[in-house]
């Protein structure tokens, strides 16, 4: 689906599912519990001192650098867009999860590949958006990160078909590092909405 880590989780959790049925439950290790949390770094402590600029004189104000400039309308309103896009996006993904079955192999198929076609929609809705100025060469990145991420998708149904769960979890790992290409990509130009967590999606 168009950018969001949500579609990401799904195919993880489709991917159990199907591990789940194809491979009957533990054989791929799809119930272990998850391993503990690693022990976070220890903290730094920062100091509050400002360094002092050598050169300057006492009492000289180091001068402030300059800013940069804002975003022009044409940069919001595509902003904007994409906001509303990547928001409706979400209640289709609960639309496409609420309609499948995962009880059996062909069910997790027909999942997957809805999800597919819907991501594959969504896609080019948000290409659709015309790219303002400045935002040319971050929309080309996308579009070529979206080529990738189609190919993946086909793969993975292929590997579905031939109930091929390695294959496919290796996959859905190479989609998900696409997916946070994307994400940043977008964040940076500041569509944050893009970037919804597993929680919220499915609140």
């Not at 990401?8 to 491979?23: D, E």
């Not at 180091?62 to 919001?76: E, F, H, L, R, V």
């Not at 867009?81 to 027909?110: F, H, I, M």
């Amino acid at each position: 689906m168009l950018m969001l880590r949500i579609l990401f989780y799904v195919a993880a959790l489709v991917a159990l599912f199907a591990g789940a049925i194809m491979y009957g439950g533990n054989a791929i290790g799809a119930w272990d519990p998850l391993p503990p949390a690693p022990e976070p770094p220890p903290a730094v402590k920062i100091s509050h001192e400002k360094p002092k600029e050598k050169g300057k004189p006492e009492g000289e104000k180091p001068s402030a650098p300059p800013k940069a400039p804002g975003p022009t309308a044409a940069q919001k309103t595509f902003v904007k867009k994409t906001n509303a896009l990547c928001r409706d996006s979400k209640a289709e993904v609960q639309a496409v999860l609420a309609q499948g079955s995962t009880s059996t192999p062909a069910g997790v198929l027909k999942l997957f590949q809805h999800l597919k076609t819907v991501n594959a929609e969504l896609n080019d809705r948000f290409l659709a958006i015309p790219a303002p100025a400045g935002f040319e060469d971050d929309v080309a990145k996308l579009r070529q990160l979206f080529a990738k991420e189609e190919r993946y998708f086909n793969a993975m149904s292929q590997a579905l078909q031939k109930r091929d769960m390695k294959t496919f979890y290796t996959l859905n790992d190479h989609l998900t590092d696409v997916a946070l290409d994307e994400a940043d990509i977008l964040a940076n130009l500041g569509a944050y909405a893009c970037d919804i967590s597993l929680s919220s999606a499915f609140s």
